[in-house]
């Protein structure tokens, strides 16, 4: 089992920068493709940047359209923990922020999550 811990949100103006902090326990993080999400009032959780790890070429990433240029998904190894640094924040970027980790063998599925961190972006 992994267990997932984020830290890093908070209250920012926009304009502004955090750094997520998402810290594995149970399991090595390189060992699955991790993302993260974000879930903001009323609205369902999107995914917004993943990060995978492959024999050969490292650690590749995706991001949502809206975020792409602005926030940066990373790993720490030695620290089994993931970033999202947020850059350029906006209002509508706030949300609940949900670190997760997915299924080995099915795509798609996320079957680790941890208990998501609150980001506030005021205009």
């Known amino acids: 089992q992994v267990q997932l811990v984020e830290s890093g949100g908070g209250l920012v103006q926009a304009g502004g920068s955090l750094r997520l902090s998402c810290v594995g326990s149970g399991r090595t ?22 990060i995978k790890w492959s024999v050969g070429t490292g650690d590749s990433t995706t991001y949502t359209d809206y975020v792409a240029g602005r926030f940066t998904i990373s790993r720490d190894n030695a620290k089994n923990t993931v970033y999202l640094q947020k850059n350029t924040l906006k209002p509508e970027d706030t949300a609940v922020y949900y670190c997760a980790g997915e299924n080995t063998k099915v795509a798609g599925r996320w079957d680790y999550w941890g208990q998501g961190t609150q980001v506030t972006v005021s205009s």
């Not at 903001?40 to 995914?47: H, I, N, Q, V």
């Open 29 to 50: 993080l390189r060992n699955y493709v991790m993302g993260w999400f974000r879930q903001a009032p009323g609205k369902e959780r999107d995914l917004v940047a993943t």
